[in-house]
Each structure stands twice: as C-alpha cells, then as structure tokens.
C-alpha cells in the first residue's frame, strides 16, 4: 500500500514582534486578561509588504532544503490560506513559480483555519492514488491584515506566520487517517462579510475585518473537537494511548487544554505555541509540527494527531506516523 509520508517540515515567522504590554497601549486590555483567557504571549506581525506568498516561500523552501529535494521534482504544490496576497492566481502559483516547481498542479484550499489540514488531507488523496509522488503542502497566513487594531475582543488573538511539509509517497506508514468536515450554518459566528463578489467595502463596519461571536465559537470548538478525536482515533482503527503527541490549531490555550484531557494526555506532550505565535489560523498547525520536529521532541516512528477548527465552520484532522 502507499502512504504519504512528512519527510520534511519548515517554517517562516515575521521579524517584528508584538507582546501583550504593546497592546496594552492602543486598546483598553491587560497582559493578564490575555494571557489568562488565551495563553497568549506575544505574537508576530508581517511588515508592511511582507505578504503570505513571502511567509509561504520561506517556510517552503526550508522544508524542500531539509528534505532533499528538488523544486522541479515536486507534482504539487498546495497552500492553505484565507489571505491570499492577491485574489488570482492563487498564491500557490506564485510560489510554485518563485522555488521554480513550474508546470506542476498549484492551488490555495481556503478552510479557514483548518487550511493546512484541509491541504494536507487532498494532497494525501493524491499521493495514495499514485498521481502525486511529490507534495509541497504548507499553510500561511497574514491574518494582522484584517485585524480591528481598536477592537480589543480581536486584535489581541491573531497573528502571521507559515509552515510547510514535503510530502512523499512511501510504501512505510505516513498518513494514517483524515477527517474533513464543514458546517456552513455557522457562518455568522466567524466570518470576514467583504469580498470580489459582494464588494470589498464594509461601509458599516469600515473595511476588512474579521467578525467573530468568541463565546460561541469556544464553546462550539471545545466540541467539535471532543468528537472529532473519537472520529480520527476510529478511522485510524487506534486508541488514545497510541497517540504520542497532539498538535492542535492554536487559538487558544484553553481549548488544547479541554481536547489533551479528552484525550486523557498530558499538557508535556502536547505541542503548544499559541503563547509566541498567537492564532496564525492556517499556519497555526504546520508552524508548531516545525517547532516540535526542530525542538527533537517529535521524532520518527510516533504518532502524531493534527487537528484543527475555524471559520464556515470548518474543522479537520490527521493522525500520521512521523
Ligand atoms: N481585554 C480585556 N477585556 C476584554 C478583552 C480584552 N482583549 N476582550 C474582551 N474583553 C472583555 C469583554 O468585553 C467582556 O467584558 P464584560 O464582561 O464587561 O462584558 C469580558 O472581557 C469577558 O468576555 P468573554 O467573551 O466572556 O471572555 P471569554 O472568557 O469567552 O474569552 C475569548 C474571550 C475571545 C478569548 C474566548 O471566547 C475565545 O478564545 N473564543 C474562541 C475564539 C477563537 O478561538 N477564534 C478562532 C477560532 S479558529
């Protein structure tokens, strides 16, 4: 049988970083509340200019150097986002023109922040089918792009950043399940309401903002995602003991905490990063992967259970074998 298996992962942060004690100077919030309601730190900030596509390229690049591979060997290359730099081509495209991957498949998977797992999910398809040898799967975002930098409930969450893997088709195990799900009935408790078709003037709300109803969505999140590790565990025909670690969307510390306990796992072998990278939506999952794979903390042969939740609703998993 053939699997998809990471060979490599990469990652990409913007320089400038933003603490807690530096918002405290434009909105009317504390480090404290931060800290306490998220178990956010810090997070990082694009510079002016400094797009997805930027972040994406770099993290991509890493991962292709580490694995060995070569740009023109790729058949694929597939970028989570939901802030593309541009609205066409996809930012996938000009990535893949950038590493010079050119005349293989390229495109975006916009699923909010579930956009990495989503990516990583179709491109598992492909490979196991046999018409993928080679994937570039990453997840970016410049989510600071649509901030309300006056509206306190939002600012304070989000933040940019990109991750990637090189995906190969192995006859060892990989990818051993995907769960990809969608509710749209929700789509007013998360959203961004400006766009190509109805128009990009929020003339009421003044602009490009996210919207979000935060209790709700919390709540609704510590769910889904109870029930999506039953489902992931069942698919993948394993147990809670088999998984090793979990690396879960981080928008919240909170939330991990409520699905490690699910789980039954505890909070060391869970992957958090939310504290120095905020929520970077579909860079969220691939950037901690990078992060525990560099630490050593995740090593060959583990299991790894990714999972993620957010605007549509959207929510996803992956349970793999490092
Ligand atoms: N600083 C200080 N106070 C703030 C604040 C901030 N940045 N943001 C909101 N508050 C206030 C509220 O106005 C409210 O005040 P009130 O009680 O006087 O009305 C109070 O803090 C409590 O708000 P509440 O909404 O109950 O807080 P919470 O415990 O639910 O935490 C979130 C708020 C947003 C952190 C939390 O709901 C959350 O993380 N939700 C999920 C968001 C998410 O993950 N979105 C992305 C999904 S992919």
Wanted: hydrophobic fraction near 45%.
């Amino acid at each position: 049988m053939t699997f998809a298996r990471i060979v490599a992962t990469g990652s990409a942060l913007p320089e400038r970083v933003v603490t807690n004690a530096d918002l405290e100077k434009i909105v009317d919030t504390s480090d404290e509340w931060i800290r306490t309601r998220t178990g956010i730190r810090e997070r990082h900030v694009a510079a002016d200019g400094e797009t997805t596509g930027d972040l994406a390229f770099r993290a991509g690049q890493q991962a292709l150097a580490d694995a060995g591979v070569k740009a023109s060997d790729l058949d694929m290359v597939i970028l989570g986002t939901t802030t593309p730099d541009i609205v066409f081509p996809a930012t996938a495209c000009l990535i893949q023109d950038r590493l010079g991957a050119n005349g293989c498949m390229a495109f975006d998977v916009n699923a909010a922040c579930s956009g990495f797992v989503y990516a990583l999910g179709v491109a598992n398809n492909f490979v196991r089918t046999g018409q993928v040898k080679r994937a570039l799967v990453m997840g970016a975002e410049t989510l600071t792009r649509m901030v309300d930098w006056s509206e306190r409930e939002t600012c304070v969450l989000f933040g940019d950043g990109a991750g990637a893997v090189v995906l190969e088709a192995s006859d060892e195990p990989g990818i051993l399940a995907t769960c990809l799900h969608a509710d749209g009935g929700y789509k007013d408790l998360l959203y961004n309401p400006v766009g190509v078709s109805v128009g990009f003037t929020d003339e009421k709300n003044h602009g490009v903002r996210i919207k979000m109803r935060g209790r709700e969505v919390f709540k609704i999140a510590v769910k889904t995602f109870d029930a999506l590790v039953g489902e992931t565990l069942a698919a993948a025909g394993m147990q809670e003991s088999d998984v090793d670690w979990l690396i879960p969307h981080q928008a919240n510390l909170r939330i991990i905490e409520a699905t490690a306990k699910r789980l039954g796992m505890s909070m060391d072998r869970v992957i958090v990063t939310v504290d120095k990278h905020a929520n970077t939506s579909s860079g969220s999952v691939p950037l901690a992967l990078d992060a525990a794979v560099r630490s050593g903390r995740v090593k060959r042969g583990q299991n790894l259970l990714l999972e993620a939740f957010g605007g549509g609703f959207t929510w996803a998993s992956a349970m793999l074998r490092y």
